[in-house]
């Protein structure tokens, strides 16, 4: 054996070692590791029944230890994918923390993945295209952390509650001001004052056209922004592309911004920080009280 390969192999097991490590909530080959909020001896049985014919077809690779290790969950993106392909992924990540969150749902989805989760709880989010599924027994965590969401108009309303939801989904309370672009920029003083006065953590701005929302926002705004550029608009800049270059070119400090569309990694940026910022904010209160 090569000194070369040697090396390498020592680093994948020491890898492996680390991943298996209960700080990063590893999922073994022989069940997953459970989230402090659910037991998974409690869920029903008849989850895997439903979902046994297509599991000899289907390999996939769950991490419901996901959101333990990193502070954001696994979240299925469902627009690319086959419904027997949901249905299994949701039954392990349901399995391990007690919960599945599926993106993107195609409208002929829906009723098929709510017909074989009966026996839980299932959210349908028609506006952000999105499904959660729970345990009869899982409790949403709240962290007390705070996003403001804002939409530049109705157009840009389902990436801007894609962003929401997540945002919900890891522990956090949302403030929505939707359809307060820069066409009509009065529209947005009051209710930003409001949220300002809110103290919120962070803020997610979704626009698209020209983009421009955000960094009005960023440069008034005491906390992070993040842009979320839409694919609304037409012509040499449509599909986004004008709304994400305006955002990367801004001026304005403090404004950071994710992909077209993106409102899965807006969300799941924007409650990272706001989750870190109250964590932080109740060791304060601890200490002085």
């Known amino acids: 054996m090569s000194h070369e390969l040697h090396e390498s192999q020592e680093q994948l097991e020491l890898l492996n070692k680390l991943l298996m490590s209960e700080q990063f909530g590893y999922t073994s080959s022989q069940g997953a590791q459970a989230s402090p ?20 077809l289907i390999e996939a690779r769950a991490d419901p230890g996901r959101e333990r290790r990193k502070g954001a969950p696994e979240i299925i993106f469902g627009e690319t994918k086959d419904v027997s392909q949901i249905i299994v992924m949701a039954q ?9 969150i599926i993106s993107r749902m195609r409208p002929e989805m829906v009723a098929p993945v709510r017909a074989a989760f009966q026996d839980y709880t299932v959210r349908v989010v028609e506006l952000a295209r999105a499904m959660v599924i729970t345990s009869p027994n899982y409790e949403r965590r ?3 952390g705070h996003i403001g969401v804002i939409s530049a108009g109705t157009s840009d309303i389902p990436m801007a509650e894609e962003a929401a939801l997540v945002v919900e989904e890891m522990g956090c309370h949302v403030t929505r001001i939707y359809d307060v672009g820069v066409a009509g920029l009065h529209r947005l003083l009051e209710p930003l004052r409001d949220l300002f006065a809110a103290e919120v953590d962070a803020i997610i701005v979704a626009a698209g056209m020209d983009g421009a929302l955000p960094s009005v926002v960023a440069g008034l705004a005491p906390v992070p922004v993040i842009g979320l550029p839409t694919s609304i608009g037409y012509g040499i800049g449509g599909k986004g592309f004008a709304a994400l270059l305006s955002m990367l070119q801004t001026c304005a400090p403090g404004l950071s911004v994710v992909n077209i569309d993106n409102g899965v990694g807006a969300g799941i940026t924007a409650a990272l920080i706001a989750n870190r910022v109250a964590e932080s904010r109740q060791q304060r209160e601890h200490l002085s009280s």
């Open 37 to 56: 909020l659910y037991n998974p001896s409690e869920s029903p049985t008849t989850l895997q029944e439903q979902v046994a014919r297509h599991a000899p």
């Open 142 to 144: 709240t962290t007390n």
């Open 92 to 100: 392990s990540l349901l399995q391990g923390s007690g919960r599945a």
